[in-house]
């Protein structure tokens, strides 16, 4: 089973393998999983616009919107809008109309390069067009492909300015960070191409009203796929933005999740969704501005479910404004490309309401300028950030080591805050029964312990698996630990050599989260891990989830009296380990072994650098006990200094194993 299928086809097979009190294989337990996705992208989806029932409360909801969806965007705060340094590198005279070679900085060392196109005969200030182009490979830059937009504009009395995209411009950067190349920190830093693709276009706004050609009052925006995306994001955020047309870019999360589209898509087209939001949260900030949905019903890109419910889910807002003649949606029978139809669509809806002008559309005949001829750099500017924005767009700061415990306890309070609210607000709000599974097993290790084969549910349609293991003595409770297992470690169902020393002293359940043993390649994760940014997660966090479960699982699902209870992680895993004990006070002890230093190299939390890193959510256990079975990162040294402020030192330790870390000579 892919990510998804149809909706009707996941319902039903919802209901047939719906989890209950058996064991599932990996197979099921994935597809089950797959399944809860679509149900979370669906319950996002279906939540806008909710109770909005008047103007007045659309109003009232603007501004937080607006902050939310900036925010997703990686654009709260703004950057500041520094000089732009625009050049005129060249002029190409074409008779009715002419064409400038632009170039400006969006920011210092970010390159924007485009083509201006300008009537000849039509005195100004002129209506304009920003158009943003799709993604088109070449050295020239994107807007190249699409020029024959610019030139239809200036033939027609519009000033127009295509601009190139970060990932196909003359100066490129990167857009499949998560896609293709394993960027799993951008999600972390909340970075997505998105992001400075809308600044760009924020900033060509301001360059074109420094044109005296320029009629400030009227500023349309267009564009196809990447650009129409941006289109979405740019007028949603930039007011001067006074009409747009949006082509093949129109998706929910409900639908791409459904539909398995996700994996089709490039970074830029998507927010990574912290506030549970959908596209149509992004329209509303458009409304009550004339906008135009245009779409292709063979796109598999943009499923044709998705775009027609954002239109049903925008259209009561602009009613609200009174405003319905302002949205439009239309599609036309064809695969994903730049076609006549949807040009036409486009103008003349541009037409309508910057020139007030109902004249049918008339391509006429273009002639194509040789891609070499547009080009506006002869040479790769010195100093260009472009190759490497997406690491520097996003401000993350290094924690600081607190001074004091008093600070500290602060800082430490404004940390959970932080991450509840901005990495784990996808979180249940309510707690689903475990309907558990539980067989004593024959095998090897009941040498040591009692063995048992659990399962249990920590969402609904999210199984995880793990081993209990009870010691056989008679005393009432028992000191309990939790060995939550990574991709890593799975290999063979039993293979448990750490633990031998332990089995029979403590209550150990070894845990395995969503997602460590699905059967999943290289393709399936990162499409996997895409699907959970867009539902406002990451497979880590959902994995902390797990792991807070299996807490309540031992205490109140077994009923287990527990003196004690540590979580043992290895390498990456350490991330949902340390969260989950940072959230959860009844660990009284975390065991890390060869954890991560930062993650900037480590798993994804949704924001997590924009105001903390790994070490910092470690001393959040504090003064609880934390054990490095061997070196911890040097970037610890935050840790050392809060548990000197607890005056608790001795309780961050190295030890050599976990029978060691874990002190079972002592007896309990």
Same mark, same amino acid.
């Given at each position: 089973?892919?990510?998804?299928?149809?909706?009707?086809?996941?319902?039903?097979?919802?209901?047939?393998?719906?989890?209950?009190?058996?064991?599932?294989?990996?197979?099921?337990?994935?597809?089950?999983?797959?399944?809860?996705?679509?149900?979370?992208?669906?319950?996002?989806?279906?939540?806008?616009?909710?109770?909005?029932?008047?103007?007045?409360?659309?109003?009232?909801?603007?501004?937080?919107?607006?902050?939310?969806?900036?925010?997703?965007?990686?654009?709260?705060?703004?950057?500041?809008?520094?000089?732009?340094?625009?050049?005129?590198?060249?002029?190409?005279?074409?008779?009715?109309?002419?064409?400038?070679?632009?170039?400006?900085?969006?920011?210092?060392?970010?390159?924007?390069?485009?083509?201006?196109?300008?009537?000849?005969?039509?005195?100004?200030?002129?209506?304009?067009?920003?158009?943003?182009?799709?993604?088109?490979?070449?050295?020239?830059?994107?807007?190249?492909?699409?020029?024959?937009?610019?030139?239809?504009?200036?033939?027609?009395?519009?000033?127009?300015?295509?601009?190139?995209?970060?990932?196909?411009?003359?100066?490129?950067?990167?857009?499949?960070?998560?896609?293709?190349?394993?960027?799993?920190?951008?999600?972390?830093?909340?970075?997505?191409?998105?992001?400075?693709?809308?600044?760009?276009?924020?900033?060509?706004? /301001?360059?074109?009203?420094?044109?005296?050609?320029?009629?400030?009052?009227?500023?349309?925006?267009?564009?196809?796929?990447?650009?129409?995306?941006?289109?979405?994001?740019?007028?949603?955020?930039?007011?001067?933005?006074?009409?747009?047309?949006?082509?093949?870019?129109?998706?929910?999360?409900?639908?791409?999740?459904?539909? /398995?589209?996700?994996?089709?898509?490039?970074?830029?087209?998507?927010?990574?969704?912290?506030?549970?939001?959908?596209?149509?949260?992004?329209?509303?900030?458009?409304?009550?501005?004339?906008?135009?949905?245009?779409?292709?019903?063979?796109?598999?890109?943009?499923?044709?479910?998705?775009?027609?419910?954002?239109?049903?889910?925008?259209?009561?807002?602009?009613?609200?404004?009174?405003?319905?003649?302002?949205?439009?949606?239309?599609?036309?029978?064809?695969?994903?490309? /730049?076609?006549?139809?949807?040009?036409?669509?486009?103008?003349?809806?541009?037409?309508?309401?910057?020139?007030?002008?109902?004249?049918?559309?008339?391509?006429?005949?273009?002639?194509?300028?040789?891609?070499?001829?547009?080009?506006?750099?002869?040479?790769?500017?010195?100093?260009?950030?472009?190759?490497?924005?997406?690491?520097?767009?996003?401000?993350?700061?290094?924690?600081?080591?607190?001074?004091?415990?008093?600070?500290?306890?602060?800082?430490?309070?404004?940390?959970?805050?932080?991450?509840?609210?901005?990495?784990?607000?996808?979180?249940?709000?309510?707690?689903?029964?475990?309907?558990?599974?539980?067989?004593?097993?024959?095998?090897?290790?009941?040498?040591?312990?009692?063995?048992?084969?659990?399962?249990?549910?920590?969402?609904?349609?999210?199984?995880?698996?793990?081993?209990?293991?009870?010691?056989? /003595?008679?005393?009432?409770?028992?000191?309990?630990?939790?060995?939550?297992?990574?991709?890593?470690?799975?290999?063979?169902?039993?293979?448990?050599?750490?633990?031998?020393?332990?089995?029979?002293?403590?209550?150990?359940?070894?845990?395995?989260?969503?997602?460590?043993?699905?059967?999943?390649?290289?393709?399936?994760?990162?499409?996997?891990?895409?699907?959970?940014?867009?539902?406002?997660?990451?497979?880590?966090?959902?994995?902390?989830?797990?792991?807070?479960?299996?807490?309540?699982?031992?205490?109140?699902?077994?009923?287990?009296?527990?003196?004690?209870?540590?979580?043992?992680?290895?390498?990456?895993?350490?991330?949902?380990?340390?969260?989950?004990?940072?959230?959860?006070?009844?660990?009284?002890?975390?065991?890390?072994?060869?954890?991560?230093?930062?993650?900037?190299?480590?798993?994804?939390?949704?924001?997590?650098?924009?105001?903390?890193?790994?070490?910092?959510?470690?001393?959040?256990?504090?003064?609880?006990?934390?054990?490095?079975?061997?070196?911890?990162?040097?970037?610890?040294?935050?840790?050392?200094?809060?548990?000197?402020?607890?005056?608790?030192?001795?309780?961050?330790?190295?030890?050599?194993?976990?029978?060691?870390?874990?002190?079972?000579?002592?007896?309990?």
């Amino acid at each position: 089973m892919t990510v998804a299928r149809s909706l009707t086809a996941v319902c039903l097979a919802s209901t047939s393998l719906l989890a209950q009190a058996r064991s599932h294989s990996p197979a099921e337990r994935f597809d089950l999983f797959q399944q809860y996705l679509v149900r979370r992208a669906a319950e996002i989806t279906r939540s806008f616009p909710g109770d909005i029932q008047t103007l007045d409360q659309c109003k009232r909801i603007r501004p937080r919107l607006r902050q939310q969806v900036l925010y997703m965007l990686g654009l709260d705060p703004m950057p500041a809008k520094t000089p732009l340094e625009a050049r005129i590198t060249g002029k190409l005279d074409r008779g009715s109309y002419s064409i400038e070679k632009v170039v400006f900085q969006s920011m210092p060392g970010l390159y924007v390069t485009g083509n201006l196109y300008l009537p000849k005969v039509t005195p100004g200030p002129l209506p304009t067009v920003l158009y943003l182009c799709g993604h088109s490979p070449g050295p020239w830059g994107a807007k190249v492909d699409y020029q024959h937009h610019g030139i239809w504009f200036a033939r027609n009395g519009y000033v127009a300015l295509l601009i190139d995209t970060i990932e196909f411009g003359e100066v490129p950067g990167v857009h499949h960070g998560t896609h293709d190349l394993e960027m799993w920190d951008w999600l972390s830093q909340g970075y997505t191409p998105a992001g400075p693709e809308t600044w760009n276009a924020i900033r060509a706004v /301001d360059y074109l009203e420094t044109r005296p050609e320029v009629d400030r009052s009227r500023i349309a925006v267009t564009g196809i796929s990447g650009g129409g995306a941006i289109t979405w994001y740019a007028a949603a955020v930039d007011e001067r933005l006074q009409v747009a047309a949006s082509a093949c870019a129109t998706w929910t999360v409900e639908h791409h999740t459904a539909l /398995d589209a996700v994996h089709e898509n490039c970074d830029c087209i998507y927010f990574h969704n912290t506030f549970l939001a959908d596209l149509p949260v992004v329209g509303a900030l458009i409304a009550p501005r004339p906008l135009k949905i245009i779409s292709a019903r063979r796109d598999p890109s943009f499923p044709s479910a998705g775009y027609r419910e954002v239109y049903r889910r925008l259209r009561p807002i602009y009613e609200f404004y009174g405003a319905g003649d302002r949205i439009v949606e239309y599609d036309h029978d064809a695969p994903h490309a /730049d076609l006549l139809p949807f040009r036409k669509e486009a103008n003349e809806w541009i037409n309508r309401w910057l020139k007030k002008d109902g004249t049918p559309f008339e391509e006429g005949d273009i002639k194509r300028e040789a891609p070499e001829i547009l080009q506006v750099l002869d040479r790769y500017p010195p100093g260009a950030v472009n190759g490497y924005v997406h690491r520097i767009f996003i401000s993350c700061p290094r924690p600081r080591i607190p001074k004091t415990l008093e600070e500290w306890k602060t800082r430490r309070a404004a940390l959970i805050a932080e991450l509840k609210d901005k990495s784990f607000r996808a979180f249940p709000r309510e707690k689903v029964p475990f309907d558990a599974w539980k067989r004593e097993s024959q095998e090897w290790t009941a040498r040591y312990a009692r063995p048992f084969d659990v399962e249990f549910s920590t969402e609904a349609n999210v199984r995880v698996t793990g081993h209990l293991y009870l010691p056989r /003595d008679e005393n009432p409770s028992h000191p309990g630990l939790i060995y939550v297992k990574g991709r890593q470690d799975v290999v063979y169902p039993i293979d448990y050599d750490p633990l031998l020393p332990v089995l029979g002293t403590h209550v150990v359940l070894t845990l395995q989260p969503r997602a460590v043993d699905y059967p999943m390649d290289n393709y399936k994760t990162a499409t996997i891990k895409r699907t959970a940014a867009l539902v406002g997660a990451t497979l880590e966090s959902m994995q902390t989830w797990d792991i807070l479960r299996a807490v309540d699982f031992l205490m109140e699902g077994e009923r287990l009296a527990l003196s004690s209870l540590s979580v043992y992680a290895r390498k990456d895993m350490a991330v949902p380990a340390l969260c989950a004990a940072a959230l959860d006070s009844r660990i009284s002890a975390v065991i890390l072994d060869d954890p991560p230093a930062s993650h900037w190299q480590g798993p994804a939390l949704l924001n997590v650098l924009r105001f903390t890193d790994m070490p910092e959510v470690a001393a959040a256990i504090a003064p609880r006990e934390l054990v490095s079975l061997g070196r911890m990162p040097d970037d610890y040294r935050l840790v050392e200094s809060v548990y000197g402020l607890y005056k608790t030192k001795q309780r961050m330790r190295r030890a050599h194993a976990l029978a060691d870390a874990l002190k079972v000579w002592e007896g309990h």
